[in-house]
Antibody, heavy 124, light 105 residues
Framework: QVQLQESGPRVVKTSQTLSLTCIVS??????????WSWLRQRPGTGLEWIGN???????YYMPSLKSRVTITVDTAKNQFSLSMTSATAADTAVYYC????????????????WGRGTLVTVSS | EIVLTQSPATLSLSPGERATLSCRAS??????LAWYQHKPGQAPRLLIY???HRATGIPARFSASGSGTDFTLTISNLEPEDFAVYYC????????FGQGTRLEI
C-alpha cells in the first residue's frame, strides 16, 4: 500500500525559499501513470494544486505559481520535492503531497493517495 | 482557469438523511471531475472519479452524476462519519478545486 509523508521546515522566513520533500513508501515512484503532485490549503480557503512531476522528470505547474515553483523527482530515493522561492505570508498553508493516477482507458484522473499534510508558516 | 462553484457552502443535516451537494464549472470539463471528503487533520479521501465512478472501498451510499458543467454528489442515509468538508476537483484544464461544502450535523 503506497503511503506518502511530507517533511521539511515548518517555519520559513519571508523572502526565503520554502522547501518540502515527499517520501513515497510501499510502492515505486516510477509506476506508470502516477503523477506526483504538490497541493496546499491556505487558511480559510479550499485546496490549490501547485504542480506535479512524472518519474521521467517532466513537470507541470499552475501558471499563477510557475515563476516561483520547482518540483523535482529523485527515483533513487523514491521521493519528490517542492521548492518555492520568495516566500511571503500568503504562502502560509498546509502543504500536501499526493499521487494523481492517470488512466486513459478508465478515465481515472484523480488524486488517490495523499500525505497527511504539513503546516508551513512564513513569517519574518 | 476553470472555476468550480460548490453549493451550498454549508449543509446542516442529521444522520439518516440524504445530502445533495452541487458543483458547477465555469466551462465544460466533460466528466473529468472528482469528489473528495476532507476531515480536519486528515488527508483528503477520494470518493468519486470520472464524475460518477466510486473509488475503491467507497460505500454505495455515495453516488454522483453529471457532465459538462453541472455535477452532483449524493450521500444517502448519512452516517456520523460522513460529516466533513467535500470538494469537487476538475481535470478538464489546469487542475482546480471548488471552495468546498461543509456537511455538518
Amino acid at each position: 500500500q503506497v503511503q506518502l509523508q511530507e517533511s521539511g521546515p515548518r517555519v520559513v522566513k519571508t523572502s526565503q525559499t520554502l522547501s518540502l520533500t515527499c517520501i513515497v513508501s510501499g510502492g515505486s515512484i516510477t509506476t506508470s501513470g502516477s503523477y506526483w503532485s504538490w497541493l496546499r490549503q491556505r487558511p480559510g480557503t479550499g485546496l490549490e494544486w501547485i504542480g506535479n512531476t512524472y518519474y521521467s522528470g517532466t513537470t507541470y505547474y499552475m501558471p499563477s505559481l510557475k515563476s516561483r515553483v520547482t518540483i523535482t523527482v529523485d527515483t533513487a530515493k523514491n521521493q519528490f520535492s517542492l521548492s518555492m522561492t520568495s516566500a511571503t505570508a500568503a504562502d502560509t498553508a498546509v502543504y500536501y503531497c499526493a499521487r494523481e493516477r492517470q488512466d486513459i482507458v478508465t478515465k481515472f484522473y484523480a488524486f488517490d493517495i495523499w500525505g497527511r499534510g504539513t503546516l508551513v508558516t512564513v513569517s519574518s | 482557469e476553470i472555476v468550480l462553484t460548490q453549493s451550498p457552502a454549508t449543509l446542516s443535516l442529521s444522520p439518516g438523511e440524504r445530502a445533495t451537494l452541487s458543483c458547477r464549472a465555469s466551462e465544460s470539463v466533460d466528466t473529468y471531475l472528482a469528489w473528495y471528503q476532507h476531515k480536519p487533520g486528515q488527508a483528503p479521501r477520494l470518493l468519486i472519479y470520472d464524475a460518477s465512478h466510486r473509488a475503491t472501498g467507497i460505500p454505495a451510499r455515495f453516488s454522483a452524476s453529471g457532465s459538462g458543467t453541472d455535477f452532483t454528489l449524493t450521500i444517502s442515509n448519512l452516517e456520523p462519519e460522513d460529516f466533513a468538508v467535500y470538494y469537487c476537483q476538475q481535470r478538464g484544464g489546469w487542475i482546480t478545486f471548488g471552495q468546498g461544502t461543509r456537511l455538518e450535523i
